[in-house]
């Protein structure tokens, strides 16, 4: 599992997508705006770092 996170905590999970930006779950974050802004500190895309992590399964 990845996500796109932005410094102040807001992340993008590419699976689950945002509904409310109308980016339908799968969207991928490099298919996401360049103008994109975090939508809790107005940061830019740029900032936003691939963060990966394994979920363990039970």
Do not use: I
Request: net charge positive; glycine share 6%; with cysteine.
């Amino acid at each position: 599992m990845h996500l796109y996170q932005c410094p102040c905590g807001y992340a993008y999970e590419p699976e689950k997508g945002d509904e409310n930006k109308g980016w339908k779950p799968g969207t991928p974050f490099e298919k996401l705006p360049d103008q994109l802004t975090c939508p809790s500190c107005q940061r830019a895309k740029m900032h936003f770092r691939e963060k990966s992590f394994s979920v363990p399964l039970k």
